[in-house]
């Protein structure tokens, strides 16, 4: 299964370059010959090749992070042809960056843009070109290999049926060998796992995946010799998905892999990248926003009831660590969040600790506008799981599974969660449950282009109403 991998990310990344630096000269040619009828076609200054290398370098960069060549999460031609669209985007803002900084008279928009569309044509052309080439191939039996599957468990299973949403990638499967008789699979099921070396002997078998449970070392050591005295490939699937989400990373450190809850965030560049756009976002809030919105709702708030403008309340951030978030003040003076009996009370919608004014602000969720300040503090993001008051999670820690992994990230303002409708009160230990899910599927899938999908979703919710906005 790997060993063409590395190849194939080689062939389609060199091509990929190849047709990049192709359009990038086109966009050069047709922008001069706009200009200079009677240039010649090569005659570049420096400029323009330092663009082109910095083009490269992003273009290296971005599609490693959106997963352009893993051919296991390139599923679909539309995944495959967003992503281009999504790079060929990335290339047209550092394009026009580029521009500000060092101006010619062929590095223009006019440039910018016909360099974009001549990419994101050339690309996509050869995505659709490559994969209906690569399905008719393999419609007449070309580049096809054969698996068997050792273990016929859930994982083995689970493992079938990604090939089977997989049909690009060119595999297909014999059949199982497991101890246990397996009616359901049907032709599927050839017998158990001491038949391997006969099956081998009568089936065209490229590789065998061993997809036992950990227990069965003795099983698992056979079956590799068999696979190698018959010159065929074995691959382990570790049985460790009980433990993890779908969602993981393997690394090696020495000699020992190590597999982890996948956290794009935990990278450092990733993590400067995001705040360096919390920090900028924020600014212009500030100066083009908040600069007169604030004294509006500082002055309703002293209008509607008395008490101080913002509240403060202690919640947990990354790591655990203690901050202090900042909200303007919603309810009366002097509203208590526990009760007698000590346990965290949760605003419901008609809570009657809410002030009128409170209500529309708790509303349109302008009672977290002065967050904005922890983000520029470094507390928190605009984007990430919402930050929890200390009692609810000390409520919740032991009672909702992998509560706490969502701390290995800063809270936000905003969050995944919140725009597909768990926001509000989590009385329910389900509802608590789904809202902290879909936390950790962000965690686990975070990217730029997710976090402007929030905002911009978040922004549509704020003018369109949210039912559990109170």
Same mark, same amino acid.
Not at 76 to 83: V, Y
Not at 343 to 367: C, E, H, V, W
Not at 391 to 399: A, G, M, Q, V, W
């Given at each position: 299964?790997?060993k063409?991998?590395?190849?194939?990310?080689?062939?389609?990344?060199?091509?990929?370059?190849?047709?990049?630096?192709?359009?990038?000269?086109?966009?050069?040619?047709?922008?001069?010959?706009?200009?200079?009828?009677?240039?010649?076609?090569f005659?570049?200054?420096?400029?323009e090749?330092?663009?082109?290398?910095? !083009?490269l370098? *992003?273009?290296? %960069? /971005? =599609?490693?992070? #959106?997963g352009l060549?893993?051919?296991?999460?390139? +599923?679909?031609? $539309?995944?495959?042809l967003?992503?281009?669209?999504?790079?060929?985007?990335?290339?047209f803002?550092?394009?026009?960056?580029?521009?500000?900084?060092?101006?010619?008279?062929?590095?223009?928009?006019?440039?910018?843009?016909?360099?974009?569309?001549?990419?994101?044509? !050339?690309?996509? *052309?050869?995505? %659709? /070109? =490559?994969?209906? #080439?690569?399905?008719?191939?393999?419609?007449?039996? +070309?580049?096809? $290999?054969s698996?068997?599957?050792?273990?016929?468990?859930?994982?083995?299973?689970?493992?079938?049926?990604?090939?089977?949403?997989?049909?690009?990638?060119?595999?297909?499967?014999?059949?199982?060998?497991?101890?246990?008789?397996?009616?359901?699979?049907?032709?599927?099921?050839?017998?158990?796992?001491?038949?391997?070396?006969?099956?081998?002997?009568e089936?065209?078998?490229?590789?065998?995946?061993?997809?036992?449970?950990?227990?069965?070392?003795?099983?698992?050591?056979a079956?590799?010799?068999?696979c190698?005295?018959?010159?065929?490939?074995?691959?382990?699937?570790?049985?460790?998905?009980?433990?993890?989400?779908?969602?993981?990373?393997?690394?090696?450190?020495?000699?020992?892999?190590?597999?982890?809850?996948?956290?794009?965030?935990?990278?450092?560049?990733?993590?400067?990248?995001?705040?360096?756009?919390?920090?900028?976002f924020t600014?212009?809030?500030?100066?083009?926003?908040?600069?007169?919105?604030?004294?509006?709702?500082?002055?309703?708030i002293?209008?509607?009831?008395?008490?101080?403008?913002?509240?403060?309340?202690?919640?947990?951030?990354?790591?655990?660590?203690?901050?202090?978030?900042?909200?303007?003040?919603?309810?009366?003076?002097?509203?208590?969040?526990?009760?007698?009996?000590?346990?965290?009370?949760q605003?419901?919608?008609?809570?009657?600790?809410?002030?009128?004014?409170?209500?529309?602000?708790?509303?349109?969720?302008?009672d977290?506008?002065?967050?904005?300040?922890?983000?520029?503090?470094?507390?928190?993001?605009?984007?990430?799981?919402?930050?929890?008051?200390?009692?609810?999670?000390?409520?919740?820690?032991?009672?909702?599974?992998?509560?706490?992994?969502?701390h290995?990230?800063?809270?936000?303002?905003?969050?995944?969660?919140?725009?597909?409708?768990?926001?509000?009160?989590?009385?329910?230990?389900?509802?608590?449950?789904?809202?902290?899910?879909?936390?950790?599927?962000?965690?686990e899938?975070?990217s730029?282009?997710?976090?402007?999908?929030?905002?911009?979703?978040?922004?549509?919710?704020?003018?369109k109403?949210?039912?559990?906005?109170?």
């Amino acid at each position: 299964m790997k060993k063409y991998r590395h190849s194939l990310y080689f062939i389609k990344f060199a091509l990929d370059v190849f047709l990049l630096a192709i359009s990038f000269f086109l966009a050069s040619f047709i922008a001069r010959k706009r200009i200079y009828p009677k240039e010649q076609f090569f005659n570049f200054d420096k400029r323009e090749l330092a663009l082109l290398f910095v !083009l490269l370098a *992003v273009w290296y %960069f /971005s =599609t490693k992070a #959106s997963g352009l060549y893993d051919e296991f999460r390139s +599923r679909t031609l $539309s995944f495959e042809l967003l992503s281009v669209l999504k790079n060929c985007l990335l290339q047209f803002i550092v394009s026009i960056l580029f521009l500000f900084t060092i101006k010619t008279m062929i590095l223009s928009r006019y440039f910018i843009f016909v360099f974009f569309m001549i990419q994101l044509t !050339l690309l996509s *052309v050869a995505k %659709f /070109s =490559t994969r209906t #080439s690569l399905q008719w191939l393999r419609a007449k039996g +070309r580049y096809v $290999s054969s698996m068997l599957i050792l273990g016929a468990g859930k994982v083995g299973r689970d493992f079938f049926q990604a090939l089977k949403s997989c049909p690009h990638l060119g595999y297909k499967v014999e059949g199982f060998l497991d101890d246990k008789p397996q009616p359901d699979l049907g032709f599927l099921y050839l017998g158990s796992i001491e038949d391997l070396n006969e099956i081998l002997g009568e089936h065209s078998v490229d590789e065998v995946i061993i997809a036992l449970p950990n227990s069965a070392g003795e099983k698992i050591k056979a079956a590799i010799s068999i696979c190698e005295n018959n010159t065929i490939s074995a691959r382990i699937i570790p049985d460790y998905f009980q433990f993890l989400s779908h969602n993981f990373d393997i690394s090696i450190f020495g000699y020992f892999p190590i597999i982890s809850l996948k956290n794009p965030l935990e990278e450092l560049h990733w993590r400067i990248f995001k705040r360096i756009f919390d920090t900028a976002f924020t600014i212009v809030l500030f100066l083009f926003a908040f600069v007169w919105l604030w004294p509006i709702i500082v002055i309703a708030i002293k209008i509607d009831s008395s008490g101080p403008v913002f509240f403060k309340q202690e919640r947990w951030g990354r790591k655990n660590r203690k901050i202090t978030i900042l909200k303007f003040r919603s309810m009366v003076k002097d509203s208590k969040d526990v009760d007698e009996n000590g346990n965290y009370q949760q605003a419901s919608r008609y809570d009657p600790r809410i002030t009128k004014i409170g209500r529309f602000l708790r509303k349109t969720s302008m009672d977290e506008l002065p967050q904005f300040m922890n983000v520029l503090k470094g507390e928190m993001s605009i984007v990430g799981p919402r930050p929890h008051p200390t009692p609810l999670n000390l409520e919740s820690k032991d009672r909702i599974p992998h509560y706490m992994l969502r701390h290995l990230v800063k809270p936000g303002i905003t969050g995944w969660a919140q725009i597909n409708g768990y926001r509000g009160e989590t009385r329910d230990p389900i509802y608590m449950e789904k809202r902290i899910a879909h936390d950790l599927w962000y965690i686990e899938n975070w990217s730029f282009w997710l976090d402007l999908q929030i905002i911009l979703l978040t922004i549509k919710q704020i003018f369109k109403g949210n039912i559990n906005a109170y």
